[in-house]
């Protein structure tokens, strides 16, 4: 059983930067980032294959990068210029296939706060 759980959320003003991580424990393949705002449907944000392999949703293209250290265990998301619509519940995902679709994610976190004000 894959155990993920994320961190370093926080309230920020827009423009500003923040870089999320979500530490793993447990064998990954494809693996995630989901945000969900309040009374929207869980949407993709970035997603990251076991070499590499990486894709954006649209808002966030050039904006957000996804990584990940499996020395670490770890998988990162840093995001900049952030803007109002970027705020939500972000969540960490793993499954084991290279997809934005959520229902190909087997296992989440609880998922870390990000809140961007204007």
Do not use: H
């Not at 827009?14 to 309040?38: E, I, K």
């Not at 649209?58 to 995001?79: E, W």
């Not at 900049?80 to 976190?109: H, I, M, Q």
């Amino acid at each position: 059983q894959v155990q993920l759980e994320e961190s370093g959320g926080g309230l920020v003003q827009a423009g500003d930067s923040l870089r999320l991580s979500c530490a793993v424990s447990g064998r990954t393949y494809a693996m995630g980032w989901f945000r969900q705002a309040p009374g929207k449907e869980r949407a993709f944000v970035a997603a990251i294959s076991g070499s590499g392999d990486t894709r954006y949703a649209d808002s966030v293209r050039g904006r957000f990068t996804i990584s990940r250290d499996d020395t670490k265990n770890t998988m990162y998301l840093q995001m900049s210029t952030l803007k109002p619509e970027d705020t939500g519940v972000y969540l960490c995902a793993a499954g084991r296939s290279f997809s934005v679709a959520r229902f190909r994610y087997d296992n989440w976190g609880r998922g870390t706060q990000v809140t961007v004000s204007s």
